[in-house]
């Protein structure tokens, strides 16, 4: 890598961290129940809500009717909006006329959309109209981040209480999210990026005559170019703050009024890693202890860090096959460089893969270069830090409780190196915790390889790949992994078709809250022990050695269950590229 790529990359870190802090101080908060400066001007809109639904917000749950109204809250959304795509034709802010959205990606929609995932098998300019872009995908955005946020606060509670039976209230989490977090950082984010360009409008498409005129695939004269607006910047604002990731474009971030200049490059891709990132703070401080929120950030950027200069280098680096023809492919003050294919000029290699890690990282699934035109090591890159599990920052919420899953086998295992009940934060771990924690790791996983091995044993599956070999069974395998994780970014070259949005529909939900439900089944448990005091032979888990074991263990798992897949397909197709 170059000098001047190191600096953006320590600059983007830089400016990450410095935010950490602050943000996860408020959030905690926010989550305690303590005065913040917004209860002034929204404290009556949050009261509004609990009179409205009937909720009394001293009213605390246990964990199995927490886990019911997360559910049926959800199952609520799902249907709301698979009919407001449906019935889009009928409804009104429709100004180009779009039909109902076809019954089997209307079903993959919502799936996708209620999940947090955002997987988008449509051009959401050329599909949906603006109220289902609005009313329907945005209002998902927030709530589906907002419920990810909610589970792991639960979880939390679960792991600081003691001889308790409830772990809070889903109705005030959700509530409390969505007002004094995720809409008030939106808001100043979405007038940020309409002050850059990013287009916010009711308006229809609008028309530009062409410079030259040209033909249409019948012959006939072509002199004006159909331009898509809409209301954008809202949409773009929450979809990175809430490691959305679903674009109202289908060229998503890469998109000029989506991502017009470097500042809203650089403030969109801070924006997909600053909430997970900094709730690990939140954590420390609503734990008591702020060095076990220190060490979970520290594993998360290590598991970053570890792969990122290698997408910089493979696609620094450029096609060796170009090479050989006498392309010259090396880094100037003239050229970029490197392998430029499915980037945009104006952010280049480093930026681009940047954003491919951290959108991967987190469970953003956002891009601002076609993932499928990485070379095949940058491509593995991406496809390896979603198979972690989205537990290198991860989606909001989700990607930290993802990760305490694995810090709750990391401290077993040591326990069954020194003879000792595995103990975390206090709290003793036994058999009921590490059942759920083993189901929540491995169902990802599972329906990931068994959803590619089923795609690529039928012909409603490989009649889907737009490309032959190793490089069609990456984008078969990298689609199944990504809904499964809930990432929801695309290898491309998949055609949809009903089974695919179909299989991965259900992939996408059962990843969602089979993964869910564990979590909150452990925060039941773990809120009736009591506090085992520390002695010296307690794992301390706010050291070096116990970050090297955790990162370990994500490492171990990740590599042992998906590295077959991934020789089949990145791998192999590195090695044949290089050996012609």
């Known amino acids: 890598m170059s000098y001047l790529s190191v600096v953006q990359i320590l600059i983007y870190f830089g400016v990450l961290l410095a935010a950490v802090q602050p943000l996860g101080a408020y959030m905690a908060r926010v989550y305690e129940n303590e005065r913040v400066l917004l209860e ?43 009919l407001i795509q449906r019935l889009q034709g009928v409804l009104p802010l429709n100004p180009q006329k779009f039909a109902g959205v076809a019954p089997d990606l209307a079903v993959n929609t919502a799936a996708s959309f209620l999940t947090n995932t955002n997987w988008q098998f449509y051009g959401g300019e050329s599909t949906l109209s603006h109220l289902t872009q609005m009313f329907g995908l945005a209002v998902q955005n927030f709530l589906s981040a907002a419920t990810g946020m909610a589970i792991l606060v639960a979880l939390i509670r679960g792991l600081r209480r003691k001889s308790g039976k409830t772990i809070g209230s889903f109705w005030v989490d959700l509530t409390r999210t969505t007002l004094y977090i995720l809409l008030p950082l939106s808001l100043v984010l979405a007038v940020i990026l309409v002050s850059q360009g990013v287009v916010q409008t009711f308006r229809r498409d609008v028309g530009a005559a062409l410079l030259q005129a040209t033909h249409d695939d019948k012959g006939k004269d072509v002199t004006e170019q159909t331009i898509s607006v809409g209301p954008v910047a809202s949409q773009i604002a929450i979809k990175q703050l809430g490691t959305n990731g679903g674009g109202f474009f289908n060229a998503n971030s890469a998109h000029p009024f989506e991502n017009p200049t470097p500042l809203t490059n650089f403030l969109e891709m801070l924006a997909i890693l600053l909430i997970p990132a900094a709730l690990c703070y939140t954590y420390g401080v609503m734990l008591g202890d702020r060095r076990q929120g220190w060490v979970l950030l520290a594993a998360m950027a290590a598991l970053v860090f570890m792969v990122l200069p290698l997408v910089v280098a493979a696609e620094q680096a450029g096609n060796p096959l170009l090479s050989k023809l006498g392309v010259d492919q090396r880094l100037s ?4 460089g490197g392998n430029m294919e499915g980037k945009e000029v104006r952010f280049g290699i480093v930026n681009s893969s940047l954003w491919a890690a951290a959108t991967t990282a987190a469970s953003n699934g956002s891009v ?24 290198a920052f991860g989606g909001v919420g989700s990607g930290l409780y993802g990760l305490l899953m694995y810090v709750i086998i990391a401290v077993f295992i040591a326990g069954l190196m020194v003879g000792r009940t595995p103990e975390y934060v206090g709290k003793k771990i036994e058999a009921f915790e590490m059942k759920m924690a083993s189901i929540a790791i491995l169902i990802t996983p599972l329906l990931a390889l068994v959803g590619a091995a089923t795609a690529v044993s039928v012909h409603a599956g490989t009649s889907a790949v737009g490309n032959p070999g190793a490089h069609g069974f ?97 791998v192999v197709e590195h090695l044949i590229m290089i050996g012609r």
């Open 368 to 391: 601002n270069a076609m993932h499928d035109s990485f070379m095949p090591l940058g491509g593995f890159v991406p496809l390896w830090l979603i198979m972690l599990g989205e537990v």
């Open 40 to 82: 002034k001007p929204l404290g009556w809109l949050e009261r509004l809500f609990y009179r409205a639904a009937g909720v009394r917000p001293d009213d605390e749950m246990d964990w199995k009717t927490y886990a019911k109204s997360m559910l049926l809250f959800n199952l609520m959304g799902a249907v709301f909006l698979y």
């Open 333 to 336: 003050t003239l050229s970029a």
């Open 474 to 570: 990456s984008e078969i395998l990298y689609a199944f992994s990504s809904c499964a994780n809930n990432n929801g970014s695309a290898f491309a070259g998949l055609s949809a078709n009903p089974f695919l949005n179909i299989a991965l529909g259900i992939v996408i939900l059962f990843g969602r809250f089979v993964l869910a439900v564990p979590v909150l089944a452990i925060a039941g448990s773990l809120v009736g022990k009591n506090i085992v005091p520390t002695s010296s032979g307690t794992l301390p888990t706010h050291t070096p050695l116990f970050l090297v074991l955790l990162v370990g263990t994500v490492l171990l798992v990740g590599a042992l269950t998906y590295f077959p897949a991934l020789a089949l397909g990145p």
